[in-house]
């Protein structure tokens, strides 16, 4: 977080300027003091030098008796219990010379500064844009603290910036600006502001501590990034995990972590933790779009076409020109039609990433299992046919690459039907066409008959 008080309290260097600019007003005005007033007022003045604080608040109040439109006597009593610490007081007295002397700089700097203290946001920066000048360090520091404390870093920081332009060896802004990016999740530009500081002071406490936590993280993010390149899922979450163990705290960096190992689950095929992390993500951001493509891909996997078509609509709505968003919604409508017909993944009974191994090791148990020699009654024999036939034909689509991809794209490559050019299906044929071959082979040519008592 950003250090608390240090515009605050440095305001009291720059209250000697606000007494000059005032003395300049003062000087240059044509107010039409009466010589008593003037009296009142050249004593309170006195009197405040010398801290007299009291007498000096009586030559005051007898002053705006004397003069009740007089803008300096109501100011300089409003400096006296500022001085006494009772802000309430002065706060009226500060208005009513703004509504006197509309162009009172010094006024309505003091009284954004009140109003700031007192939580009063809107009408504190309304009185700093009034009175911030584009030059001026200080006045860009105190209209940046309110934009902090209504919620608006990134204006901040744009002040911010300026100020540590226009002060040199400036630290305490680049301290801020990095903190502030901080916490908007941005560690890159958080870690070279921060370098900044460091360049113009290397001992300072403050910026070397942040510089330390910043630079842990910023590593642990590149690694994790580094590791997602090169296909590495499983270290890549664990990194993200490192990330969130690091900096608790700072919600932007727990939701862009789980965003990754949502991203990471996905693409390694772990689609039950892919959909778990996607959805908490998704309970904190309901519009990310990564996490809806990520769990949409999940889906897939799970053979849950329905949900993963409504979170690539989702997406789409929020970025309808993004073609992977595109190309996965038609995908999926492809699927949720292609698994209303024949799905050779259920035929034999694995999971749509399974290993070319799995697939042939259920396909021999299936084959001898339903081989139509094992059964006597012709009703049965004739379902074992048409069984043994559907999972011959699923053995040959999910055993060879080309035709895999075809039919894991919503393509059916048997189905004479979604084959350019016909051709017909070379599975639609009699079981006798089937007889003769090994079950138990990769592949290949049929070989020799096998005949079951």
């Known amino acids: 977080m950003v250090a608390p008080g240090s515009v605050t309290s440095r305001l009291g260097s720059v209250f000697p300027f606000l007494l000059v600019l005032v003395d300049l007003q003062y000087e240059g005005a044509e107010c039409g003091v009466n010589a008593d007033v003037e009296k009142h007022l050249e004593l309170g003045k006195k009197l405040l030098a010398a801290g007299q604080l009291a007498d000096a608040l009586s030559q005051f109040h007898a002053a705006v008796d004397g003069d009740p439109d007089n803008y300096i006597a109501y100011y300089r009593r409003a ?17 009513k010379v703004i509504e006197l002397k509309m162009d009172f700089t010094a006024a309505r700097l003091q009284r954004g500064h009140l109003l700031l203290k007192q939580g009063k946001l809107d009408e504190a920066e309304d009185d700093f844009k009034k009175v911030v000048c584009v030059w001026d360090a200080e006045l860009r520091e105190l209209r940046a603290e309110c934009f902090i404390k209504e919620g608006e870093p990134r204006k901040a920081i744009s002040d911010l910036k300026a100020a540590s332009k226009l002060k040199n060896d400036n ?3 680049f ?3 990095s903190t502030l990016y901080y ?3 941005d560690h890159e530009l958080s870690l070279s502001e921060v370098r900044e500081c460091l360049k113009l002071d290397q001992d300072h406490k403050r910026c070397f501590a942040h510089y330390k936590q910043v630079k842990k993280l910023n590593k642990l993010i590149e690694s994790a990034e580094e590791l997602i390149r090169d296909g590495r899922y499983t270290e890549a979450t664990s990194k993200y995990e490192s990330v969130m163990k690091t900096e608790p705290s700072v919600s932007e960096y727990t939701i862009r972590s789980k965003e990754r190992i949502c991203h990471c689950y996905s693409k390694d095929e772990k689609p039950v933790e892919a959909i778990r992390v996607c959805s908490e993500v998704l309970q ?16 897939l996997i799970e053979e849950m076409y329905d949900e993963a078509i409504q979170d690539y609509e989702t997406a789409q709505e929020h970025n309808e020109n993004d073609q992977q968003i595109r190309e996965g919604l038609e995908k999926a409508q492809r699927l949720l039609k292609q698994s209303q017909k024949r799905d050779y993944y259920k035929i034999l009974g694995v999971k749509r990433n399974a290993k070319k191994q799995e697939i042939i090791k259920a396909y021999r148990k299936l084959a001898l299992q ?5 059964f006597q009654n012709e009703e049965e024999k004739k379902k074992a046919e048409k069984k043994f036939i559907d999972i011959a034909a699923a053995k040959e689509v999910l055993s060879d690459p080309e035709m895999r991809k075809k039919f894991d794209d919503g393509e059916d490559p ?8 016909g051709g017909g299906n070379p599975f639609h044929r ?24």
Do not use: C
């Open 414 to 421: 048997l189905d004479a039907e979604t084959q350019q050019g």
């Open 370 to 374: 339903w081989h139509p020699d094992n």
């Open 171 to 173: 630290t305490e802004a």
């Open 284 to 299: 904190m951001e309901p519009d990310n779009v990564n996490a809806l493509k990520d769990r949409a891909e999940a889906y």
């Open 79 to 95: 400096t006296v219990f500022l001085a006494m610490g009772k802000s309430k007081a002065a706060l009226p007295d500060l208005t």
């Open 175 to 177: 301290y801020k600006i």
């Open 183 to 185: 916490q908007l999740g």
């Open 430 to 453: 009699s079981w006798n066409s089937w007889q003769g071959f090994n079950p138990f082979s990769s592949g290949g040519p049929f070989r020799f008959k096998f005949h079951f008592n």
